[in-house]
């Protein structure tokens, strides 16, 4: 028995929309990952027009101990950035996008550690703007491991055999 327990006149929709979102669910989470991250990036290449920067090129600065000023850090992160997403884009070279990827997000949450009175209004439980830009990234890193999943021919079951046989 299906634990959904939909009416059997519906069963061949549900069947359709599951089988239709497990097909295409991962590819649109790869192009609207990859679309966020050139986005990001590409606005770091104009001073000013991303809200990140002054954070971002703080925390390179302290993670590098100060060798590695703004006028470096921020057209090498919004490189790096674009050059995710752009792999996600076209889905080529993924297991070394979602390298990069990976060690970008390692840079992008340390500013919760580094910067506590910016990050965080009542540590650690109310954070400012600047936090939650910064912790939302834990649903890109979700999404990337999904897409990083698949990198093998892995790929989602819409209907997978019952698990108890």
Excluded at 6 to 25: K, M
Excluded at 57 to 80: N, Q, Y
Excluded at 108 to 129: D, G, H, Y
Excluded at 145 to 164: C, I, K, N, S, W
Aim: hydrophobic share 55%; charged share 15%; aromatic share 8%.
């Amino acid at each position: 028995m299906r634990p959904t327990q939909l009416p059997a006149r519906l069963e061949p929709i549900d069947v359709r929309i599951t089988a239709t979102l497990a097909r295409l669910g991962v590819p649109v989470l790869r192009i609207g990952l990859g679309v966020v991250f050139l986005w990001f990036g590409a606005l770091k290449f104009f001073p000013g027009a991303s809200p990140a920067e002054a954070l971002a090129a703080r925390t390179i600065e302290v993670m590098t101990f100060g060798l590695v000023g703004p006028a470096v850090s921020l057209p090498v992160l919004a490189a790096w950035e674009s050059l995710i997403g752009l792999g996600l884009l076209t889905g080529r070279f993924l297991r070394a996008t979602l390298l990069l990827l990976a060690v970008q997000m390692l840079g992008t949450l340390t500013p919760l550690l580094f910067f506590p009175a910016e990050t965080f209004s009542i540590f650690p439980f109310a954070p400012t703007l600047e936090g939650q830009y910064i912790i939302k990234n834990v649903v890109l890193i979700g999404a990337a491991m999904v897409v990083g999943a698949t990198v093998r021919g892995g790929r989602l079951e819409p209907d997978p055999p019952d698990a108890t046989a």
